[in-house]
């Protein structure tokens, strides 16, 4: 065909590609490496350079990722796609590959993880070799097909959202670039395409859960070993006022502050409704046992589960010689889980009995507080040795939310032991009085 039959044929459409991605098509480099966050116009900028180049010169392209049962899940529709918004009429589409009319360039897909040697081989005169999702490519992997990408000249361009820290082409190739590896980082606000609607998503996403957002949105690994106890949605699931009454016993948990900066915070639960906390800066132990006392007196609680760790042992003390002994109950985080094959300590079983109850149906409901929404999405969990559910260090926590998750904990510490609602009279106020005495002469009184 002659150049006048081809510019013909061709249409002279400039196909626009991002400032960022520029280097795909003008540098070379044995490797070149594009991560980030959802959005960057990865996908989109390697489909429309590779089909740019490949209208230029004849190439023989590899769409690989690892995994790759049908066609359906490689970047073939992509590429389909991106010839169809662009009029490339120079591209011939098959059942399982694309062909150039007048370069001759050709583009295959295969997946890598079961490639056997004769099928890898076939590789061997590959020009570009594109590895989508490259996050999940394995060492194995790598170790076959790079030697096999042997023609002088030929490039791997590699597009991954960072998974985790270990990925094994990050380490391999990007940690620590060499010379002849391009490393470029893209999210979607370097992308000008990326679309409104993307945007409002990610904005959402980094005011509800910064974690999620430098993950997702970012391209931010996520962090060995650790992650999120309690998933964002949940929490905004149970601010949906759902609850208009309750029969279930009132138990209130007492997280008590232990240094300056701490709040003292009380959290009134009644089953599955969790119906407010109130917080307190700069209290002494008086002041948090008065408090308690009178939530007592006016809300007749079946129990207050109480941190004795630090100070909260003076609060329980005062509390106890008053004659709570049988409301109050006091909870060290640190101690020994009820179920100390499941749990680390304490705090992770009762933590883990939240996640429980925010997930359990019918739906829970708590009030709608931003600061509740931050403590309760901030702790990352791990596994010790045996196994059993381990939390982050409430030190950790702090560094990274600039308080302790006070009213988190106080929900938590509703979740101490059980409290059955069993209506059975019992012995309070140093053992004169039963329960239902205490309140009802306290209502003739009204004084405590
Ligand atoms: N050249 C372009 N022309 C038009 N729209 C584009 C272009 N590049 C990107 N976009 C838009 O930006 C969006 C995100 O681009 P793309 O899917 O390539 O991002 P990505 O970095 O591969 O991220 P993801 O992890 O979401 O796959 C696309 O869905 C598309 O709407
Ligand atoms: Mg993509």
Same mark, same amino acid.
């Given at each position: 065909?002659?150049?006048?039959?081809?510019?013909?044929?061709?249409?002279?459409?400039?196909?626009?590609?991002?400032?960022?991605?520029?280097?795909?098509?003008?540098?070379?480099?044995?490797?070149?490496?594009?991560?980030?966050?959802?959005? *960057?116009?990865?996908?989109?900028? @390697?489909?429309?350079?590779? !089909? !740019?180049?490949?209208?230029?010169?004849?190439?023989?392209?590899? =769409?690989?990722?690892?995994?790759?049962?049908?066609?359906?899940?490689?970047?073939?529709?992509?590429?389909?796609?991106?010839?169809? &918004?662009?009029?490339?009429?120079?591209?011939?589409?098959?059942?399982?590959?694309?062909?150039?009319?007048?370069?001759?360039?050709?583009?295959?897909?295969?997946?890598?993880?079961?490639?056997?040697?004769?099928?890898?081989?076939?590789?061997?005169?590959?020009?570009?070799?594109?590895?989508?999702? &490259?996050? +999940?490519? +394995?060492?194995?992997?790598?170790?076959?097909?790079?030697?096999?990408?042997?023609?002088?000249?030929?490039?791997?361009?590699?597009?991954?959202?960072?998974?985790?820290?270990?990925?094994?082409?990050?380490?391999?190739?990007?940690?620590?670039?060499?010379?002849? +590896?391009?490393?470029?980082?893209?999210?979607?606000?370097?992308?000008?395409?990326?679309?409104?609607?993307?945007?409002?998503?990610?904005? &959402?996403?980094?005011?509800?859960?910064?974690?999620?957002?430098?993950?997702?949105?970012?391209?931010?690994?996520?962090?060995?070993?650790?992650?999120?106890?309690?998933?964002?949605?949940?929490?905004?699931?149970?601010?949906?006022?759902?609850?208009?009454?309750?029969?279930?016993?009132?138990?209130?948990?007492?997280?008590?502050?232990? @240094? *300056?900066?701490?709040?003292?915070?009380? =959290?009134?639960?009644?089953?599955?409704? =969790?119906?407010?906390?109130?917080?307190?800066?700069?209290?002494?132990?008086?002041?948090?046992?008065?408090?308690?006392?009178?939530?007592?007196?006016?809300?007749?609680?079946?129990?207050?589960?109480?941190?004795? *760790?630090?100070?909260? /042992?003076?609060?329980?003390?005062?509390?106890?010689?008053?004659?709570?002994?049988?409301?109050?109950?006091?909870?060290?985080? *640190?101690?020994?889980?009820?179920?100390?094959?499941?749990?680390?300590?304490?705090?992770?079983?009762?933590?883990?009995?939240?996640?429980?109850?925010?997930?359990?149906?019918?739906?829970?409901?708590?009030?709608?507080?931003?600061?509740?929404? %931050?403590?309760?999405? /901030?702790?990352?969990?791990?596994?010790?040795?045996?196994?059993? !559910?381990?939390?982050?260090?409430?030190? %950790?926590?702090?560094?990274?939310?600039?308080?302790?998750?006070?009213?988190?904990?106080?929900?938590?510490? +509703?979740?101490?032991?059980?409290?059955?609602?069993?209506?059975?009279?019992? !012995?309070?106020?140093?053992?004169?009085?039963?329960?239902?005495?205490?309140?009802?002469?306290?209502?003739?009184?009204?004084?405590?």
């Amino acid at each position: 065909m002659s150049e006048e039959e081809k510019s013909k044929n061709t249409p002279t459409l400039r196909i626009e590609i991002a400032e960022v991605f520029k280097p795909l098509l003008s540098e070379t480099y044995r490797i070149k490496f594009y991560y980030g966050g959802r959005g *960057g116009g990865k996908s989109y900028a @390697f489909a429309d350079s590779l !089909l !740019l180049k490949a209208r230029q010169e004849k190439l023989f392209i590899a =769409c690989l990722r690892e995994i790759q049962d049908s066609i359906k899940d490689s970047v073939y529709k992509l590429l389909c796609d991106r010839i169809s &918004a662009w009029g490339l009429n120079d591209y011939k589409i098959f059942e399982n590959k694309i062909e150039n009319r007048f370069t001759g360039s050709r583009f295959i897909f295969r997946g890598l993880r079961d490639q056997d040697v004769n099928n890898i081989k076939s590789l061997e005169g590959v020009d570009i070799a594109w590895i989508e999702e &490259a996050q +999940t490519i +394995t060492k194995k992997s790598w170790d076959i097909l790079s030697p096999t990408i042997r023609k002088d000249g030929s490039e791997i361009w590699i597009s991954m959202n960072r998974e985790n820290e270990n990925d094994a082409l990050w380490v391999v190739l990007a940690s620590k670039p060499d010379a002849r +590896t391009l490393v470029r980082k893209v999210n979607y606000y370097d992308n000008p395409f990326c679309p409104e609607e993307l945007k409002i998503q990610a904005e &959402a996403c980094r005011q509800n859960n910064p974690d999620d957002y430098a993950h997702i949105w970012l391209g931010e690994p996520l962090r060995q070993g650790h992650c999120k106890l309690i998933a964002s949605h949940l929490v905004r699931e149970a601010f949906e006022p759902k609850i208009s009454e309750i029969s279930s016993p009132l138990v209130i948990g007492l997280d008590i502050a232990r @240094f *300056g900066d701490d709040k003292t915070s009380f =959290c009134f639960r009644r089953g599955r409704w =969790c119906q407010r906390f109130e917080s307190y800066a700069k209290l002494d132990n008086v002041d948090v046992a008065n408090l308690a006392h009178g939530f007592i007196q006016k809300l007749h609680p079946k129990r207050i589960f109480m941190d004795i *760790g630090g100070q909260g /042992a003076g609060v329980y003390d005062i509390l106890k010689d008053r004659g709570f002994s049988e409301i109050i109950r006091g909870v060290y985080f *640190g101690e020994k889980a009820r179920q100390n094959e499941r749990y680390f300590n304490r705090r992770a079983e009762m933590w883990d009995a939240v996640r429980d109850w925010l997930a359990s149906r019918p739906p829970v409901q708590l009030p709608r507080d931003e600061e509740l929404f %931050e403590d309760l999405c /901030a702790v990352n969990k791990r596994y010790d040795r045996h196994g059993r !559910l381990q939390l982050e260090e409430k030190e %950790e926590i702090k560094k990274r939310l600039g308080r302790s998750p006070d009213k988190a904990d106080a929900l938590a510490l +509703t979740f101490a032991e059980p409290v059955y609602d069993d209506g059975e009279p019992r !012995l309070y106020g140093n053992g004169r009085l039963t329960y239902n005495d205490l309140f009802t002469q306290q209502q003739r009184s009204n004084e405590w």
